[in-house]
Protein backbone atom coordinates (compact mmCIF):
# COMPACT_ATOMS: atom_id res chain seq x y z
CA UNK A 1 0.00 0.00 0.00
CA UNK A 2 1.60 3.60 -0.89
CA UNK A 3 1.14 6.75 1.17
CA UNK A 4 -1.13 9.38 -0.23
CA UNK A 5 -0.23 11.81 -2.26
CA UNK A 6 0.08 15.59 -1.17
CA UNK A 7 -1.88 18.09 -2.39
CA UNK A 8 0.54 20.57 -2.71
CA UNK A 9 3.59 21.98 -1.41
CA UNK A 10 3.02 23.45 2.18
CA UNK A 11 2.49 27.19 2.38
CA UNK A 12 5.79 28.90 3.76
CA UNK A 13 5.65 31.82 5.76
CA UNK A 14 5.85 33.05 9.10
CA UNK A 15 3.46 35.10 11.00
CA UNK A 16 3.82 38.25 11.17
CA UNK A 17 3.79 40.39 14.80
CA UNK A 18 0.34 41.43 13.64
CA UNK A 19 -0.73 38.07 13.08
CA UNK A 20 -1.19 37.88 9.34
CA UNK A 21 0.39 35.06 6.73
CA UNK A 22 3.30 36.78 5.46
CA UNK A 23 5.92 34.71 3.08
CA UNK A 24 6.56 35.66 -0.53
CA UNK A 25 3.77 32.11 -1.77
CA UNK A 26 1.63 33.77 1.22
CA UNK A 27 1.94 37.57 0.14
CA UNK A 28 1.20 36.18 -3.65
CA UNK A 29 -1.85 34.25 -3.08
CA UNK A 30 -3.23 37.38 -1.08
CA UNK A 31 -2.49 40.10 -3.80
CA UNK A 32 -4.41 37.76 -6.26
CA UNK A 33 -7.07 37.47 -3.40
CA UNK A 34 -7.46 40.86 -3.42
CA UNK A 35 -6.85 41.96 -7.26
CA UNK A 36 -8.55 38.48 -9.10
CA UNK A 37 -11.53 37.84 -6.51
CA UNK A 38 -12.74 41.54 -5.55
CA UNK A 39 -13.24 42.29 -9.76
CA UNK A 40 -16.21 40.25 -9.14
CA UNK A 41 -17.67 40.48 -5.57
CA UNK A 42 -16.65 41.81 -2.39
CA UNK A 43 -14.14 39.93 -0.82
CA UNK A 44 -15.10 37.05 2.21
CA UNK A 45 -13.14 37.17 5.30
CA UNK A 46 -10.95 34.28 5.54
CA UNK A 47 -12.82 32.82 8.24
CA UNK A 48 -16.07 32.66 6.74
CA UNK A 49 -15.30 29.45 5.93
CA UNK A 50 -12.96 26.64 7.49
CA UNK A 51 -9.36 26.29 6.21
CA UNK A 52 -10.37 22.81 4.80
CA UNK A 53 -13.26 24.56 2.60
CA UNK A 54 -10.93 27.17 0.85
CA UNK A 55 -9.49 25.09 -1.37
CA UNK A 56 -12.68 23.74 -3.15
CA UNK A 57 -13.99 27.33 -3.01
CA UNK A 58 -11.22 29.05 -4.60
CA UNK A 59 -10.86 25.79 -7.46
CA UNK A 60 -14.92 27.01 -8.37
CA UNK A 61 -14.21 30.37 -8.55
CA UNK A 62 -11.00 30.01 -10.33
CA UNK A 63 -13.10 28.93 -12.95
CA UNK A 64 -14.78 32.06 -13.39
CA UNK A 65 -12.17 34.26 -13.04
CA UNK A 66 -9.23 32.79 -15.14
CA UNK A 67 -6.90 31.86 -12.43
CA UNK A 68 -4.22 29.39 -13.65
CA UNK A 69 -3.95 26.16 -11.61
CA UNK A 70 -0.57 27.70 -9.99
CA UNK A 71 -2.41 30.91 -9.00
CA UNK A 72 -5.49 29.09 -7.54
CA UNK A 73 -3.07 26.98 -5.42
CA UNK A 74 -1.29 30.44 -4.23
CA UNK A 75 -5.22 31.68 -3.47
CA UNK A 76 -6.09 28.82 -1.85
CA UNK A 77 -2.94 28.59 0.46
CA UNK A 78 -3.76 32.45 1.50
CA UNK A 79 -7.44 31.92 2.59
CA UNK A 80 -6.61 28.50 4.64
CA UNK A 81 -3.55 29.54 6.53
CA UNK A 82 -5.92 33.47 6.98
CA UNK A 83 -8.77 31.38 7.91
CA UNK A 84 -6.49 29.49 10.53
CA UNK A 85 -5.34 32.62 11.89
CA UNK A 86 -8.82 34.36 12.15
CA UNK A 87 -10.13 31.20 13.84
CA UNK A 88 -7.15 31.25 16.74
CA UNK A 89 -8.50 34.96 17.54
Given at each position: MTAPAAAGPAP???ISPAGLASGPRLEQGR?????RCQS???LP???RLSPEAWPGEVRGMSRKSGLSAEQTTLVAE???VASREARRR
Amino acid sequence: MTAPAAAGPAPTGTISPAGLASGPRLEQGRALFSARCQSCHALPEPGRLSPEAWPGEVRGMSRKSGLSAEQTTLVAEYLTVASREARRR
